[in-house]
T-cell receptor, first 111, second 113 residues
Framework: QKEVEQDPGPLSVPEGAIVSLNCTYSNSAFQYFMWYRQYSRKGPELLMYTYSSGNKEDGRFTAQVDKSSKYISLFIRDSQPSDSATYLCAMKIGGYSTLTFGKGTMLLVSP | DSGVTQTPKHLITATGQRVTLRCSPRSGDLSVYWYQQSLDQGLQFLIQYYNGEERAKGNILERFSAQQFPDLHSELNLSSLELGDSALYFC????????????FGQGTRLTVV
């Protein structure tokens, strides 16, 4: 079993839809969770960074962490064609430990 | 712009050759991470340096090596290149504090022919 599982998609939605992207993980030691957006094999861009279980909101983006279920989500409200990209979840144990990434979910938002 | 600079952006080289990829971290960041991204493998962690010292090693081949210099820039050296080494190589940096987030450069696209 991989440490971090993420459905590769593609996930196709119409403009304006609410998008839900998810990752599950197996290592209960993970404490810090991130979501990155990657356009066309460019560098991953940090979207959200969370520590505690619960929700964190930033504009149209909401990150949700459920440590008891080892499950994290990223919600995108009012999705736009410009949101079309690959979304990568990442997590780390803490301190200066390295990031472990999911394989990414490709999102396509059609006008 | 993340503030992490990688050069060159593209590199085409022949099998058996050696190349050096360069990364300048964000101003003040002490940690540098190197990742490889190929189509079928996702982002694979290679190696991490913190303030000039190797901190962690991932799935880095013996043909690959890295270092971080006193000015905190880092270089990833790839030798005896094989076709399978063709990939995007990303550098990321993070700040001095514990548990800080990592910011990525735009990557170097390596093509081995």
């Amino acid at each position: 079993q991989k440490e971090v599982e993420q459905d590769p998609g593609p996930l196709s939605v119409p403009e304006g839809a609410i998008v839900s992207l998810n990752c599950t993980y197996s290592n209960s030691a993970f404490q810090y969770f991130m979501w990155y957006r990657q356009y066309s094999r460019k560098g991953p861009e940090l979207l959200m960074y969370t520590y505690s279980s619960g929700n964190k909101e930033d504009g149209r983006f909401t990150a949700q962490v459920d440590k008891s279920s080892k499950y994290i989500s990223l919600f995108i409200r009012d999705s736009q064609p410009s949101d079309s990209a690959t979304y990568l979840c990442a997590m780390k144990i803490g301190g200066y430990s390295t990031l472990t990434f999911g394989k990414g979910t490709m999102l396509l938002v059609s006008p | 712009d993340s503030g992490v600079t990688q050069t060159p952006k593209h590199l085409i080289t022949a099998t058996g050759q050696r190349v050096t990829l360069r990364c300048s971290p964000r101003s003040g960041d002490l940690s540098v991470y190197w990742y490889q991204q190929s189509l079928d493998q996702g982002l694979q962690f290679l190696i991490q340096y913190y303030n000039g010292e190797e901190r962690a090693k991932g799935n880095i081949l013996e043909r690959f090596s890295a270092q971080q210099f006193p000015d905190l820039h880092s270089e990833l050296n790839l030798s005896s290149l094989e076709l399978g080494d063709s990939a995007l190589y990303f550098c990321a940096s993070s700040g001095q504090g514990l548990n800080t987030e990592a910011f990525f450069g735009q990557g170097t696209r390596l093509t081995v022919v």
